[in-house]
C-alpha cells in the first residue's frame, strides 16, 4: 500500500483548517503529521517586518517559496508555516524509510537581511502529530547576507544556520519532535508586566550559568532602541525554556545560551532578569500587544 499525503498546509491555512481528525476518520489508517510552526522572541513588526518561506518535500508543488509581511495586519508569530502528514496501514508502523521535510525561513527589516533559518526533520511511519519549530530571534539578527540581488544567504557554514546565536546543523532528523494540538493555544504573554517584578541575575559569563532560584521567566536587559519589548530606557528580549534555544535548570543551576553572555561581554544586553510573576513563557504564546 502506497502512503496518501494528509496535507499540505500554507502560512494563511492552520494545517489545512483541521484540528485532529477523530480515531476513526480513515477507517483503519494511521496518521503521521508533521507541522512546522516559527516561533520568535522579535516583536513584529519592529524587530523583523517580512518573511519569505521555502520548503522542499511537501507533495504539493507551487505553494513556495512565499513572501509574508509580519505584524498584526499581516502574520503574526508564533504561526503554524507549513505541514505534510501521510496516512498509512498499521502494519506499516516503523517500516517504511521516513519522509522528509525541509524548510528555510529567511527575515528581513525593511530592506535589510535579519536572518536566516534552515530545518531538516522526519516525518515517520508512527501515528502521531509533531510540531517542528523553527525560532527567529534576536541571538541571530545580522547572520544573514544579501550574497546577489534578491539573493540571501546565511553567514554560517553550508549544512548550518543560526540557531540561539551560534551556527548549528540544519539537520534535526534525530530530534525528538513533541506532539501537539495547534488549536489550543495559550494566551498571550505579556512581557511588560511578568518582568516587571524582576530581579537581576548574577550571571557566570564564562560558563554562563547562575544559581537557580524559584523563578519562573528570565529575560535579557538590552539597550533602548534594540530587539524586545521596549520602554523609553531598555528593551526585554525574554529567554524561553529550552535546553538549546533558551534556559534550563539542573540542580542548583540555571544555564542560558552562550550567545546571552557573549551579548553581555560584548555590551549588547546589560544584563539577565528573573521574575516568578508569571507562568514560564511558552514558545506558542504570542506577545501581547505593547501600548
Known sequence: ????????????????????PPPDAYGADQISQLDVELTSDLVVPKDADSIRVDVVGLDVVGLFPKLFELGPAGVQLPRTITGEGIIFAASEIGKPADRTLGVTVTAWKGASPLTVARATASIPYQPGYRVLRISLSWLCAGT???VAPGRVASTCPAGQSCRAGV???DDRRTEPLPEWDPLHRPACFDVATCSASGSTVNVDLATCTAAASDATNFAVVKPAGSEGVCTATSCIAPLRMDPIEGWSMT????????????????????????????STWSPEQRFCPTP
Do not use: D, H, K, Y
Open 1 to 20: 500500500m502506497l502512503p496518501r499525503s494528509l496535507c499540505a498546509a500554507s502560512i494563511l491555512v492552520l494545517a489545512c483548517g483541521r484540528g485532529r
Open 144 to 146: 544573514a547576507s544579501e
Open 167 to 169: 551556527c548549528q546543523s
Open 251 to 278: 540542580g542548583g543551576t540555571v544555564s542560558f545560551p552562550p550567545a546571552v553572555c557573549s551579548a553581555l561581554a560584548a555590551g549588547r544586553a546589560s544584563g539577565v532578569i528573573a521574575s516568578n510573576a508569571c
